[in-house]
């Protein structure tokens, strides 16, 4: 659908570079969720880098994801993807 991530990459600090199907491009910040239960694992830097998509939404391997409604709501807009540094 239109609101799908087509991209993902990761970038430092926990963050993620996302473009959504409609040509949206964005920074998501996973830090505030990294406490929350499920998302523990994702402090782990080497596992956070394989963050893909599955069905349109943003997850890991194990089954962590990110819908992209929360994706679209949450991030901040950019032009290109940023520095990842």
Avoid at 8 to 23: A, F, G, N
Avoid at 69 to 80: F, H, K
């Amino acid at each position: 659908m239109y609101w799908d991530a087509k991209v993902v990459k990761p970038l430092s600090d926990y963050r993620i570079y996302v473009e959504i199907e409609d040509d949206r491009q964005g920074v998501f910040d996973m830090k505030p969720y990294l406490d929350r239960c499920v998302f523990r694992e994702l402090k782990n830097e080497h596992y956070f880098n394989e963050v893909g998509i599955l069905f349109g939404a943003v997850s890991w391997p194990h089954d962590q994801d990110i819908e992209p409604e929360t994706l679209i709501e949450d991030m901040v807009p950019v032009e290109t993807m940023p520095n990842p540094c």
